[in-house]
């Protein structure tokens, strides 16, 4: 009897999980269409939504790289970015690199809901021509037990070239990765779609295209997964107007299928790929990945230096720490002549 249970209890298990992930699967191609389509859902939060926030078309830095030819394919490089403490801090690191590229287009789609003023501000500074697009992943992706990261985001890029773009490559760029700056020259003359070995990725340490007689033959790459392209989203380029040729290409929300799907989606062929970094033998871009940390709540008090109130209000609103007066929050202090002391002006100057 018991075992009857038992097996009843699989079946009705295996059944449920069986027409949610057909559910999930139809529901996650009938999104890929327009707003029209999404509305018909029978629930909400698959659907997307993505807002440019600012898009900026004028090189406003003030100073171009020598060789800033304005005759130069335009390279479109993509980076999903989302809120956490390390936001900022990443995207300073990756502007500054990016600033050095000649005509070179920024897309930047943070995974938020909201257009955050504080991103369009440093995006500004750096002088690049840019486009800042809001691009929240669907809430029910984000339940998911591995979590689609940054798909919504280079889907809405990918959405704002198609509309905006007519010539020139386009790259994924993460905001934690590092990039040397060859790997601009190379990609930029991108025919259809090019690959280049990517550096620190799983358990071989580099992620790259194996070649022979200058073509790709096979991949050195420690997760196949039964993918026709085991590649880094880092580990190539796409030419746009190769994109435009097909305009039915599609990032899917399956976590480390993405790209193995998007370049089986563009019909590419083995024949089709270019090798860049010398034949796949140097690595120009590293996997790199920033420890995360949980942001830090503190207690501060409310009388305290203008200029440690001026700067913790401004990590407050980068999201890098929270604060209040609250008793939960880490207490915090001055250090003078290395022994602590209480943070408020009047205590310090010895006033009281
Ligand atoms: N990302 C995102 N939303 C998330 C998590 C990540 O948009 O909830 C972005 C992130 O900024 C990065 C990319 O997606 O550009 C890949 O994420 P992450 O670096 O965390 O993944 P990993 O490189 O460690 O696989
Ligand atoms: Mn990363």
Redesign the pocket.
Same mark, same amino acid.
């Given at each position: 009897m018991r075992r009857l249970q038992n097996v009843c209890l699989t079946v009705a298990v295996t059944a449920l999980v069986v027409s949610y992930a057909a559910w999930s699967s139809l529901t996650a191609t009938t999104t890929l269409g327009t707003s029209s389509s999404a509305s018909r859902l029978p629930l909400g939060d698959l659907r997307e939504h993505s807002t440019v926030c600012h898009a900026s078309l004028q090189d406003q830095r003030t100073f171009l790289p020598s060789n800033n030819d304005s005759s130069l394919p335009t390279i479109f490089f993509i980076?999903?970015?989302?809120p956490r403490r390390e936001q900022f801090a990443e995207l300073t690191r990756l502007g500054q690199t990016l600033m050095h590229v000649p005509s070179l287009h920024w897309i930047v789609a943070d =995974?938020n809901p909201e257009c955050n003023p504080f991103l369009t501000e440093i995006f500004q500074k750096f002088g690049l021509p840019f486009t800042h697009i809001s691009s929240p992943?669907p809430s029910n992706y984000?339940k998911r037990y591995f979590?689609p990261?940054?798909v919504s985001?280079r889907r809405a890029a990918l959405k704002w070239i198609k509309a905006n773009a007519a010539s020139g490559v386009f790259y994924f760029g993460? =905001?934690?990765n590092t990039f040397d700056l060859t790997l601009f020259s190379e990609i930029r003359d991108t025919k259809i779609v090019s690959m280049f070995p990517v550096g620190l990725i799983g358990e071989f340490g580099v992620s790259a295209p194996i070649i022979e007689g200058g073509k790709v033959v096979g991949f050195f790459d420690s997760w196949p997964a039964d993918r026709k392209f085991p590649v880094d989203m880092a580990g190539f380029a796409v030419s746009v107007e190769y994109l435009l040729q097909h305009p039915n290409a599609t990032m899917p929300y399956k976590a480390g299928h993405e790209e193995d799907q998007f370049l089986k989606s563009l019909d590419l062929k083995m024949s089709d790929i270019e090798p860049k970094a010398n034949n796949c033998t140097k690595v120009l871009v590293w996997?790199t990945?920033t420890v995360k940390k949980p942001k830090h709540n503190l207690k501060v008090p409310e009388s305290i230096f203008s200029n440690l109130r001026t700067l913790l209000e401004k990590l407050v609103s980068l999201g890098v720490v929270q604060m209040g007066a609250e008793v939960s929050g880490k207490e915090v202090y001055m250090v003078v002549d290395g022994h602590k002391n209480e943070v408020t002006k009047r205590q310090v100057l010895g006033l009281s």
């Open positions: 980076t999903p970015t989302y =995974d992943m984000r979590v990261r940054g985001n993460d =905001d934690d996997h990945q």
